[in-house]
């Protein structure tokens, strides 16, 4: 069986009572394709990006590729 997942996350912190206020904020998409090789192992292969943006932090971004493997004892 193979299986698709995509997510897609926003954060944002914003601080009390300072101003200007300190604010991140933390965007990221993840697609990742899941397959079962055994009924206890499964191998897993994706891509995701995120980005930072911030004037408490330094801001940047990652882009990342994945492969996995899962297997239960």
């Known amino acids: 069986m193979i299986?698709?997942?995509?997510?897609?996350d926003w954060n944002r912190i914003r601080?009390?009572?300072?101003?200007?206020?300190?604010e991140t904020t933390?965007?990221?998409?993840?697609?990742r394709v899941?397959?079962?090789l055994t009924p206890r192992t499964n191998v897993f292969l994706?891509?995701?990006y995120r980005k930072i943006a911030s004037n408490v932090v330094v801001a940047g971004q990652e882009?990342?590729?994945?492969?996995?493997?899962d297997h239960r004892f």
């Open 3 to 8: 299986t698709l997942n995509f997510t897609v």
């Open 26 to 31: 933390q965007r990221s998409a993840d697609l």
């Open 34 to 36: 899941n397959t079962q």
């Open 63 to 69: 882009k990342a590729v994945f492969l996995g493997l």
């Open 15 to 22: 601080s009390i009572g300072v101003t200007p206020a300190d």
């Open 46 to 48: 994706g891509g995701r």
